[in-house]
């Protein structure tokens, strides 16, 4: 069955996580500038206000939450259901720079908790009312890096790769039943967003702003794609990947995540 995403007879609503910046923020000015009810969440209380007050307060609710918590995950979930949500953005996410021995573990402990444990959480959660619906669209947002080994960057690219293998299953399963809901998960490469500064690196690679990666993501979910990655030149080198030996996906992305300047 197609799913329809958007569909202007009806009202939608969507929880965005990581709304506070970056590409969360431009979710919820894209969606928001279609009519789009809108849950923001994030930690940071005075970014979502200030969004809240640039969409229109009438159409927005403001849900902070720091979603390491898996206690806040549900939390979230279930203070959005009352307004009866469609749409999930699952894009809260940061990653870490050095060595696998010499990073911190309790920050690593963290990262899987929002990248991997609060995008399980929460996926689960809202599918189950969306199939229970028969409607709905879930957006897991994933990156390039889970696409291949990455070493310096190690535990973010697993995080990632755990978060693509997930969304490809389910999407199977919602196909073999034929329901109308529909998954998807965005793979950008580089976006200028804080990513780079939070996770301590200088990026050397000129990134797409978070408006076109957000805008090109919305008109994919129109055509119900399963892997979402912007831009051409992102396309061929994940379809290089592909077929490239491990040992050599790995030396290059050491060679590139040696590139990148450390920020201290
Ligand atoms: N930028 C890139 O190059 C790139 C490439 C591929 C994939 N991605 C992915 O895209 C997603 C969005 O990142 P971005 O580039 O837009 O970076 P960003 O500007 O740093 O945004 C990250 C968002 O995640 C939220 N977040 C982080 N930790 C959180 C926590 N403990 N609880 C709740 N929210 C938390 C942040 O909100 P608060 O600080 O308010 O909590 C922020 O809104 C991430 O999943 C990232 O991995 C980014």
């Not at 697993?158 to 196909?175: D, G, H, P």
């Not at 967003?193 to 990026?203: D, P, V």
């Not at 979402?228 to 050491?254: E, F, N, R």
């Amino acid at each position: 069955m197609k799913n329809d995403f958007w569909d202007p007879s009806k009202e939608h609503c969507a929880v965005i996580t990581g709304a506070s910046s970056g590409i969360g923020a431009e979710f919820a000015r894209l969606l928001g500038a279609k009519g789009c009810f809108l849950i923001l969440s994030g930690r940071n209380e005075e970014a979502l206000e200030k969004l809240r007050k640039e969409i229109g307060k009438d159409n927005c609710v403001i849900i902070p939450a720091d979603l390491s918590n898996p206690k806040s995950c549900i939390d979230l979930y279930a203070r959005s259901r009352k307004y009866s949500p469609d749409i999930l953005i699952n894009n809260a996410g940061f990653g870490l720079y050095g060595e696998f021995t010499e990073t911190s573990l309790s920050k690593e402990l963290e990262m899987i908790d929002v990248n991997v444990k609060a995008v399980h959480i929460l996926f689960k959660l809202f599918l189950k009312d969306f199939t229970k619906n028969n409607r709905g669209y879930i957006l897991n947002v994933a990156s390039t890096a889970g696409l291949l080994p990455g070493p310096l960057m190690s535990t973010y690219y697993s995080t990632k790769s755990y978060v693509i293998r997930q969304t490809q299953a389910v999407f199977e399963e919602l196909r073999r039943r034929k329901s109308p809901v529909h998954v998807s998960v965005l793979c950008p490469g580089p976006v200028s967003t804080e990513f780079n500064t939070r996770a301590g690196i200088e990026g050397f690679m000129k990134g797409i702003t978070p408006k076109y990666c957000a805008a090109y993501t919305l008109s994919k979910m129109k055509q119900n794609k399963l892997m979402i990655i912007p831009t051409a030149k992102m396309q061929l080198a994940m379809a290089a990947v592909k077929i490239a030996p491990v040992c050599l996906a790995c030396a290059v992305s050491y060679t590139l995540q040696s590139g990148k300047k450390r920020i201290d």
